[in-house]
C-alpha cells in the first residue's frame, strides 16, 4: 500500500488511494487514533453505489459509533474481509491492512476537491480542540 504522503483525505478523515478509475478507501492515522480501539466495522455490500460525502459504513470503537462517509462516488468492488474477524487492523495498520474498501469511481472530478496529505495536516492542525 502506498505511503501517507501519496493518499488524498477528506475533511472527516477518511483516505483515498486512487490508481486510474479506481481507488482504495479507509480511515486516517489520526481518525484511528481519535476514535479509539475499533471493536466492530460495518462495510458496505459489494457492488453498492455510494455517493460522495454520504454515510457508507460504520466504526464502532469502544467509544462511540462513528459513520464512515464516502470520499467519492462510485461503486464498492471488494470489501476488507479481514476487518469482520479482526477489526483492530484499522489501529494497527490504517493503511496497510486496514483499509476498508475499493470503488470504481463513478466521477473522477470529485477527487479534485479531496486534500493531499500537506494540506490534510494543516486541517488538523486548525480543527484541533
Known sequence: MPKAEELKY???HEWLFIEGNTAVAGLSEHAQKEIG???FVELPKKGRKVE???PCAVVESVKSAFDIYAPVSGEI???NESLNSEP???NQSPLENGWLFKLKISNPDETDSLMDYSSYQ???KQNVH
Do not use: G, H, Q
Request: glycine share 0%; net charge negative.
Open 88 to 90: 483492530a487492523l484499522i
Open 10 to 12: 477528506t475533511k472527516t
Open 77 to 79: 468492488t471488494e470489501l
Open 37 to 39: 480501539d475499533v471493536v
Open 52 to 54: 460522495k460525502e454520504k
Open 122 to 124: 494543516e486541517f488538523i
